[in-house]
């Protein structure tokens, strides 16, 4: 064990340094600490949605507690939907839908300004032009091939798009804006606020023009080919996506992506969304169809969907769990316990950053191996029939336990969420304690856990 972490703190610890040292990297970092007040408020808003506004959810609808048919004076089905109240309060919940593009906007604009300061030239015209290609790409449409619209549309693509056009217009405009024949000429008397955004029209309308060509290529491009795509995930990435392995490298790809700052699920999910969720429907009808019939635990059915994998998420408060038994400084303990009611809804974006996860060399290893652990735990418990298939969808803030309970119909499934849960504050423990040492024991001086 000894000879382990000596290779840990020797070899891969540097490395993981250099690569998080990277000004890029840096640059996503930054964006993501100007927006954790906007990811609260919205995680936030999202859990009263589901908690109490939404008037099919658990709280408002007949199949939850109903005290949506209470305020209505008892009304129930489609007497119910067509009261005002639950007009308002779908009108409320597609309002806080919306304001996840509302923080892709945020997310675009901050990146573009973050990066615009590493290669040069205006942070407001790369901003706007940033926003422009996001909203150009998820407004295209696909005419002639119905499935195409659902992809390019399809939320999965939004995140990477944001990043995409972030990127591209910060170095597109900082690429023209070397260029002195493309600055428009205005008169010597105007003010300095407004002249300098004037000469750059021309950069700014290559730019966005630049982003349409793009956007209309694209477009064509995946239309004329869409029968190929959808020919490949039927043949292909659905069948491999029921092997272990697809679903470790599936989960090793979403935790690095989230150690580099970035939305680990929004950028794979499209694989989620086409090959993961209708294994989860296909469960679930299965479900419903045998919901009445005695003693049928339904163990058979597809053991990778998309609640499958709420069992991987279980080790971020694993992390929170490890750093609060074990760590000797102050200031990561101070900041867990700050974020532990975000945690507990699954809240952790916030919590990545803070601690910080995003970046630190020290807590890669362990973010990675728990996930992968949870994984081949859950594939094995389900595999072997000791505990059912996650037959139904939870809430992404459903609690942890709770939501293996809910996700399997079974207590079973709460129980399989404390196993990988203690499982993994065991993998968390000795690389905290290892900081410990390194740190010699002076809370508040590093950022490792």
């Known amino acids: 064990m000894e000879q382990f972490f000596d290779w840990v703190e020797c070899s891969f610890v540097p490395w993981a340094g250099r690569f998080s040292s990277n000004k890029y990297m840096a640059a996503i970092r930054d964006t993501f600490y100007r927006l954790i007040p906007f990811i609260i408020i919205l995680y936030v808003l999202r859990i009263l949605r589901w908690a109490v506004l939404d008037p099919e959810g658990p709280v408002m609808g007949e199949n939850g507690i109903g005290f949506g048919a209470v305020i209505t004076g008892g009304l129930y089905g489609e007497e119910y939907q067509a009261t005002a109240f639950y007009r308002f309060a779908r009108l409320f919940s597609e309002a806080i839908d919306f304001s996840s593009v509302l923080l892709l906007m945020f ?20 901003a706007f032009c940033a926003l422009g290609g ?5 407004q295209m449409e696909a005419e002639y091939v119905s499935g195409a619209a659902e992809v390019l549309g399809h939320p999965p693509i939004r995140v990477p798009s944001a990043f995409l056009f972030a990127v591209l217009s910060a170095r597109i405009l900082s690429w023209l804006d070397c260029v002195p024949r493309l600055r428009l000429h205005v008169p010597e008397s105007l003010p300095e ?23 209309i290529v694209v477009t064509r491009l995946f239309v004329a080919s869409y029968n190929e795509f959808d020919h490949f995930i039927q043949t292909v990435l659905r069948p491999a996506s029921q092997t272990l392995v697809f679903a470790l490298v599936y989960q090793c790809a979403i935790w690095f992506l989230w150690w580099c700052g970035l939305f680990g699920e929004n950028f794979v999910e499209i694989f989620n969304d086409f090959v993961y969720w209708p294994a989860q429907l296909a469960n679930q009808a299965t479900a419903a169809a045998s919901m009445f019939t005695t003693g049928d635990n339904l163990t058979q059915g597809y053991v990778f969907t998309s609640e499958f994998f709420r069992t991987a998420d279980v080790h971020v408060l694993a992390l929170a769990a490890a750093v609060l038994v074990f760590s000797e400084n102050r200031r990561l303990r101070s900041v867990t316990w700050f974020m532990l009611p975000l945690l507990a809804f699954n809240i952790s974006l ?48 459903v609690p942890v336990v709770l939501s293996g309970i809910l996700g399997t119909g079974s207590l079973m499934g709460g129980v399989l969420h404390l196993v990988v849960f ?27 856990p």
Not at 107 to 126: E, F, H, R, V
Not at 372 to 393: D, E, H, K
Request: net charge positive.
């Open 107 to 126: 997310l675009t604009m901050t990146l573009a300004i973050q990066l615009t300061k590493i290669w040069g030239g205006d942070k407001s015209l790369a």
């Open 134 to 138: 996001f909203f150009m790409f998820t």
């Open 193 to 215: 606020r407004v002249a300098k955004p004037l000469e750059r029209c021309i950069p700014a309308a290559l730019t966005l023009v630049s982003f349409l060509v793009f956007c």
């Open 350 to 397: 916030p919590y990545f950053f803070c601690l910080p996860v995003v970046l630190n060399p020290s807590i890669l290893l362990p973010f990675l191996i728990a996930p992968l652990a949870n994984t081949m735990v859950a594939w094995a418990a389900i595999s072997w029939g000791v505990v059912p298939v996650f037959q139904f969808t939870t809430a992404g803030t």
């Open 422 to 448: 203690i499982l993994d504050v065991f993998i968390y423990a000795p690389f905290v304690i290892v900081a410990n040492r390194a740190n010699g024991g002076q809370g508040g001086k590093e950022d490792t």
